[in-house]
Structures are given as structure tokens and as C-alpha cells.
């Protein structure tokens, strides 16, 4: 097995993921209800109190505390639950959803699945979508809209506010996918409106096992209100309870109880200085790359910066080769790096020393 795990690259090469260390605190809530199964919460009712806590918990962090949600596998199964309850909410033939195109495959992903197409609206110079493109591709059979809080490649923020007075106006439904702005929008800039202070917002993707530190799996769907989650509902008849709204049957308490651990006892204040310090360091690392004679692709808005650069992939290949793990964007050609708690400053000093060397060798 340890020959195994050395394979696997250790976090503090990775520069190119939205997942880090989960805390030590939250490593050991996670084995604690390692046996727990939320498929059939009345077997597991300690486990499913947790869980109701959490939702509670992101609620009111999404100011809401009446949300009514789960503890998914993920930002994918967040994303698709939503798209799902959206259909079956407005029971239209040929339904359609409109994303933004920087929106995260997953949406292909509920398409596929839900038989829902996906319409792709363009994006502004800022790389935010383009509201009046979203607007052209509404039409009748459209279920809903979707703005990205924290896109994957940039990590820019959709004019959600916009998005919202538009899904009003035209009676579509909104989902916000902030799977990884979730955790970051309120710390960097609390008096912007993302979530459901938004009347139109009917949804919210918000990720534990990406800014909020806890263990993979643990993400989150939050809905408005109990109407969402009914739509949802499949009867399970060999079961205690009655109904599921999950997409998986058997699933982990795990991400639950570290979710839980990370947000009662090291707290919100604590996730925030977090945040804060991967802003600076996000901010040292665009001072190193331009140094280097990169440009930012956008201003960083969180902690994720892209640098344009056509060798892009041929750069990452290199850095690959060397143990570093970035990615590489398209239009623009960048590089993309996203800095999570374990990039540290001496990690970013270690990257831009190998850098420079790939640079003279390429
Ligand atoms: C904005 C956004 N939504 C959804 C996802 C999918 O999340 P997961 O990989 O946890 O399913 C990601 C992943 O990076 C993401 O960045």
C-alpha cells in the first residue's frame, strides 16, 4: 500500500487543485463515522442529526437557515440534483437550462443524464457571463439559469444580482454553482449578494472538501425551500424511512462529520484567516509570475490566477515531468494555478525556482 500511496503526488506540488489537507480535527470526525450509512438515516439517526446541523449551518451561511439540502458526493452531484429538481418541478417536454460557458462540466454531465439540453451563453471581456446572451437563449421550454460563484478555470464571480432579476422576470429558476466560491465570496467580500438574500436564487452548489477543509467526499445542494427537495423524492420501500432525496442510495456520513468538525470547532472566523492567507499568497505568486514576464489573464478575484502563455501546455508537461501539477486553460491559452491552503509561500518560492529552470530548458 505505501509503495502505492508514493505514487500519488503530495499536496505541496499540487498547484492545480480546488481539494486540499482536510485538518486534522476533520481526519478524525471522518473515521469516526467511517461505518455510518446516510441511505437509511433511521439506522444511523446520530449521523443524520450531523447532517440536518451542517445544512442548518450552510443555511444560514447562505442566509437562509430554512435551506433544506443534503451532504453530496460533490459539486457534480449538487449540480445535477438541482438541474434535476428544476425539471421536475416544471414537468415541460424538451426541457432546456441555460449556463454560462465557463460553467463546470458537470452541467454536460446533467444534461446527459437528465435529458435536459444545455445552452451555452457567451461571456463579457471579464470572462462573467453575458446577461443579455442568457436572455436570447431563454424560451419557453427553459427550466432554469445557472451563474457560477467561482468559476473553475478563473475563479470570476457571474453577476448573480442580474441573473437573479432576469430569473424573476422571465419565471425561470436560478441555481448558483458556487462549489468553490461558497467558501471564499463571504470571507473576501461579504456585502456580495451571491446567495438566497437574492429572491430568484433557487439553489446553491457549496463545496466542504474544496475551501471549507474538510475530508473528500463532501459537498452540498441547498435549496430555497422544501418544494425543491420533494421534487426529488423516490419511495424506498425496504427502508425505515419512507423517502430519499439523495442521487446515491448507500452514502457516507464521513464528509458529514468533518464538515461538521471544521465549521463547530475551528469555526467560521478560523476559515476566513484561512482564505485570507491563500488571497496573499494568490497575490505573491502573481507578483513572481510577472516578474518571469507572465500577464494575468484576469485580476485574481479569488484564490486562483491564470497567466497567459501559448507554451502553456508544454510548460505543464514539463513541470509534470518534474513533480509539479498545474493545468493549462484554453481561450485564452494560460496557465492556471490554484492556490489552496497548503500552498504555502515557500511552496510558491520552491515552484518559481523550478520554473525558471524549465523556462531556460525548454
Ligand atoms: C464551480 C465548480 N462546480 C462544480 C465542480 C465539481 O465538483 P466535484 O469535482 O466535487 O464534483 C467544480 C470542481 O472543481 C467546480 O469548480
Redesign the pocket.
Known amino acids: 500500500m505505501d509503495e502505492f500511496k508514493r505514487k500519488d503526488f503530495p499536496y505541496s506540488r499540487i498547484l492545480s487543485s480546488?481539494c486540499t489537507t482536510p485538518h486534522p480535527l476533520a481526519v478524525k470526525a471522518h473515521v469516526k463515522f467511517i461505518t455510518s450509512n446516510l441511505g437509511d438515516p433511521a439506522l444511523f439517526r446520530g449521523a443524520k442529526e450531523l447532517e440536518d446541523r451542517v445544512i442548518e449551518m450552510l443555511g444560514s451561511f447562505m442566509h437562509n437557515p430554512k435551506a433544506r439540502g443534503y451532504v453530496t458526493?460533490?459539486?457534480?452531484?449538487?449540480?445535477i440534483q438541482a438541474l434535476r429538481a428544476f425539471r421536475n418541478l416544471k414537468k415541460l417536454a424538451n426541457p432546456n437550462v441555460v449556463v454560462p460557458e465557463s460553467?463546470?462540466f458537470?452541467f454536460d454531465k446533467a444534461g446527459d443524464i437528465l435529458g435536459i439540453e444545455i445552452r451555452k451563453a457567451r461571456l463579457d471581456e471579464d470572462y462573467r457571463v453575458d446577461l443579455s446572451d442568457v436572455e436570447r437563449l431563454i424560451d419557453e421550454k427553459t427550466v432554469g439559469i445557472v451563474g457560477?460563484a467561482?468559476?473553475?478555470s478563473l475563479g470570476q464571480i457571474d453577476p448573480i444580482e442580474d441573473l437573479s432579476k432576469l430569473a424573476l422576470e422571465k419565471d425561470v429558476f436560478l441555481h448558483v454553482?458556487?462549489?468553490?466560491?461558497g467558501f471564499v465570496i463571504p470571507f473576501l467580500y461579504p456585502k456580495l449578494k451571491f446567495d438566497f438574500r437574492l429572491e430568484g436564487v433557487c439553489s446553491i452548489?457549496i463545496?466542504p472538501?474544496?475551501m471549507g477543509m474538510a475530508t473528500i467526499?463532501a459537498?452540498c445542494i441547498l435549496f430555497r425551500d422544501e418544494r425543491f427537495l420533494k421534487a426529488l423524492a423516490v419511495k424506498t420501500p425496504y427502508l425505515i424511512t419512507e423517502e430519499q432525496f439523495s442521487l446515491t442510495g448507500t452514502r457516507p456520513a464521513t464528509g458529514v462529520a468533518s464538515t461538521y468538525a471544521v465549521l463547530k470547532y475551528l469555526g467560521f472566523e478560523w476559515l476566513k484567516k484561512v482564505v485570507k492567507r491563500c488571497m496573499d499568497v494568490t497575490l505573491y505568486l502573481v507578483e513572481e509570475m510577472e516578474r518571469l514576464g507572465f500577464e494575468r489573464v484576469i485580476d485574481p478575484v479569488m484564490n486562483v490566477a491564470c497567466f497567459k502563455t501559448e507554451r502553456a501546455t508544454e510548460i505543464r508537461d514539463e513541470l509534470y515531468r518534474r513533480g509539479w501539477a498545474v493545468s493549462v486553460i484554453e481561450n485564452p491559452r494560460a496557465l492556471r494555478f490554484v492556490v489552496m491552503p497548503h500552498v504555502t509561500f515557500r511552496v510558491i518560492d520552491e515552484f518559481i525556482s523550478t520554473l525558471k529552470d524549465v523556462l531556460r530548458n525548454i
Open positions: 480546488m458526493s460533490g459539486g457534480t452531484e449538487a449540480n460553467a463546470h458537470s457560477i467561482g468559476t473553475t454553482d458556487s462549489a468553490f466560491g452548489t463545496d472538501h474544496k467526499p459537498g
